[in-house]
């Protein structure tokens, strides 16, 4: 909508695809598995309880043993359902996936193309103001999109679970990205026509224009670069190697050395 390059859009549809591979893991892990995990376990205390049962004493009575059962299943239920992702945490990370999708889909022959295919019902500078919207929010929630994983990283004091070589690509993704862009030389100067050896294409292009279509995207990916140097500087204090990590690796060696020193003590005493 804002006849941005074409790596651009082969990048955002790219984009869409990984995302929807990882939402439908979310979906799909987070819920539909879960739910199936407590049938079964459900199913499992309602058939009988666990193979210890056979050695309960025989003095439990049959109404001792539905309470017991029933306790089980609510536990399993309680547990579950903790588990679980929130609706409201499901609901925005679809609807965002969603959207998404459809402000990222590549337009073939740019804003005329869109235009026709519209019937010319939509002039140019309403596709124009449209996509200019939908870019600045997606600039807005692509800015938004390390906060939940920093601040968690933060409470918890830990980088587990991060995968270093995933946030060194992003880093380095978005700086030649914004790169790229601020480099391009139709932000630099005006062209005619096919100024400058065709870069410019049959419409010419003016400086001033082309940065106000390409600000948004240029801010989202300069942007994250100062968030994803912060997740750096997480796995740099909490990460795999970091002191803390040695510190908490030296105490949990003693612990294992005191309980096998206490098994050690305690054998030798029987």
């Not at 050896?197 to 994250?224: C, D, Q």
Request: hydrophobic letters at 40%; charged letters at 20%; aromatic letters at 10%.
């Amino acid at each position: 909508m804002l006849d941005q390059m074409w790596f651009q859009q082969i990048i955002a549809a790219y984009y869409v695809f990984v995302d929807t591979v990882l939402v439908t893991q979310f979906l799909w892990y987070g819920v539909v598995h879960r739910v199936k995990e407590l049938e079964k376990r459900l199913e499992g205390v309602t058939m009988g309880g666990n193979s210890n049962s056979d050695d309960e004493d025989d003095s439990i009575t049959s109404d001792s043993n539905a309470d017991l059962k029933q306790k089980r299943a609510d536990e399993g239920a309680a547990v579950a359902r903790s588990k679980m992702p929130s609706v409201a945490h499901t609901t925005f990370v679809t609807v965002s996936m969603l959207g998404t999708l459809a402000g990222a889909l590549p337009v073939s022959g740019g804003v005329p193309a869109l235009g026709d295919v519209s019937g010319g019902w939509l002039s140019d500078e309403l596709i124009e103001a449209i996509g200019m919207t939908v870019g600045w929010i997606s600039t807005l929630l692509y800015l938004c999109s390390r906060l939940p994983q920093l601040i968690l990283n933060a409470k918890r004091k830990s980088t587990e679970g991060l995968s270093i070589a995933l946030f060194m690509a992003a880093f380095s993704g978005n700086l030649f990205y914004s790169g790229s862009l601020l480099l391009n030389p139709l932000g630099w100067r005006d062209y005619e026509p096919y100024g400058g050896g065709g870069v410019a294409g049959p419409e010419g292009s003016n400086a001033m224009e082309w940065w106000s279509r390409t600000l948004p995207f240029f801010f989202g990916a300069f942007g994250v670069l100062t968030m994803d140097a912060a997740v750096g500087l997480q796995f740099k204090l909490w990460g795999p190697g970091s002191e803390k990590s040695q510190i908490e690796e030296e105490e949990r060696e003693g612990l294992l050395t005191a309980r096998e020193a206490g098994y050690g003590s305690l054998e030798s005493s029987s």
